[in-house]
């Protein structure tokens, strides 16, 4: 029979793990509380499939490859948890953008004037901007952090610059 019609072991092939959310080298892991539990609700998930992974006894291949695909991600997670610095906003300095912020932005120049832009800046786990979560590490985070309501700002975004103007700093 020719191999060409015989399914191919690829135990042999290493498993791919999706790597977390990037945080550079050395910059400290900020999370907000909400961030916190996220984190561990995420670990609580994993090692429910993990468990029912390792009960499963009927293709040993696809048992072992699923094991070493959530254990790699337990271990990434398990690190993100050992390192969470917890930033409660309610501590940060009102008047000022910090982490846990919401911001609220207007353009004067550059770009579309008048847009307004409105985001929270959180921990690079719980980023997402479809909701408005961004990262710390984000350009416009970085950009805005430590400006205070009324302050100009100049932000590059993609090829736009743009003038805009802080208009309001929330911790919720």
């Known amino acids: ?8 072991d690829d135990a042999g092939e290493a498993p ?7 945080l550079p080298a050395g910059v400290p892991n900020y999370v907000r509380p909400q961030g916190l539990e996220k984190l561990r609700a995420e670990l ?15 293709n040993e291949a696809d048992r072992t490859r699923q094991l070493t695909i959530l254990n790699g991600k337990l271990s990434a997670l398990n690190g993100r948890i050992a390192s969470a610095r917890v930033i409660d906003p309610q501590e940060q300095t009102p008047d000022e953008v910090r ?9 004067i120049n550059g770009g ?9 800046i959180v921990g690079v786990d719980e980023a997402d901007v479809m909701q408005g979560l961004i ?11 430590g400006a205070k309501v009324g302050q100009r700002l ?8 743009e003038e805009v103007e802080v208009m309001e700093i929330g911790y919720n």
Do not use: D, H, Y
């Open 1 to 8: 029979m020719s191999r060409a019609f015989v399914k191919e």
């Open 112 to 120: 579309k004037p008048g847009t307004i832009r409105k985001f929270t």
């Open 154 to 161: 100049q932000l590059k975004l993609g090829r736009v610059e």
């Open 44 to 58: 609580e998930e994993l090692e429910a499939e993990r468990s029912q992974a390792e009960a499963n006894r009927e």
């Open 99 to 107: 982490f846990g912020a919401t911001v609220k932005l207007r353009t």
């Open 16 to 22: 791919i793990i999706p790597p977390r959310a990037a």
């Open 135 to 145: 990262g710390f590490v984000a350009p416009i985070a970085q950009a805005v952090t």
